[in-house]
């Protein structure tokens, strides 16, 4: 009797035993699983964040177009006080361009040219002529701002400004090293200065040769446009071309 009490006392001894061990298996796999998951979802957070930033440093599509510019890529002349061929199409176009972009919700347009055609008295009332044919699309006068400039305008700027930082005491290759772009584009602090305004995203220029120039459009309000060339001929496909081009562009702004 006694050695059966001693085998009986052993046997719930292992059982006892095996149970502990069972559940220490349980337990230790319980937290085997979860740091698996852990480490499941770790992996899964740090590949999308690096996704995300491959992806942006790619770039990304833009999702607005609020400023444009059109720029006449070709240096007309007016010819005997009154208008070429040329430029008679050209305030055509131009008209139909603005009305284009005004009826897809653009902003701020820009008209550009070397040597001022645009801002003399007829260039602006054939302009306003052209706008007035409702041709592009649109009804009455258009939603956007019109800025009509010229070389002269970024000559005068930047001549404004080198003469208040000259007079600052400031040496033009120390004005050089801490050139204030943004400043610059928005304008000098005299009187009378007119703005160059914000940079353009998209710039449009008019030309009929394969090879065309921006003509002195100022340099700075490029700095983050894209670039196209659009003909008098092929003017709408050109603009409808341009557009989705834009859009389909993937761009980075810094780093």
Do not use: H
């Not at 902003?107 to 706008?131: F, H, P």
């Amino acid at each position: 009797k006694r050695g059966d009490r001693g085998g009986g006392g052993g046997g719930g001894g292992v059982a006892m035993a095996l149970e502990l061990a069972e559940g220490a298996a349980l337990a230790v796999g319980r937290l085997a699983l979860k740091l698996v998951v852990r480490v499941i979802l770790l992996v899964r957070t740090v590949r999308a964040t690096l996704i995300r930033a491959v992806s942006k440093s790619k770039g990304s599509r833009p999702q607005k177009l609020s400023r444009v510019a059109l720029v006449i890529g070709e240096a007309l002349e007016r010819e005997g006080g009154s208008l070429t061929s040329s430029w008679d199409d050209l305030f055509l176009s131009l008209g139909y361009a603005i009305r284009w972009f005004d009826c897809r919700g653009v902003e701020s347009v820009i008209l550009y040219d070397l040597q001022g055609v645009l801002k003399s008295q007829w260039g602006t009332k054939e302009l306003k002529r052209a706008l007035e044919k409702g041709e592009g699309g649109g009804e009455g006068k258009t939603a956007c701002t019109i800025k009509i400039l010229s070389k002269e305008d970024w000559e005068n700027a930047v001549t404004q400004f080198v003469s208040e930082k000259s007079a600052g005491g400031m040496r033009l290759g120390k004005w050089i090293e801490t050139f204030a772009v943004t400043k610059l584009e928005n304008g000098c602090s005299g009187v009378g200065v007119t703005p160059l305004g914000d940079a353009p995203q998209l710039i449009l220029v008019f030309s009929e040769d394969n090879l065309f120039s921006l003509c002195g459009f100022f340099p700075w309000l490029t700095k983050s446009a894209e670039i196209y060339k659009i003909s008098k001929g092929t003017l709408e496909n050109d603009l409808c071309v341009a557009l989705k081009n834009f859009y389909n562009t993937k761009m980075r702004f810094g780093s």
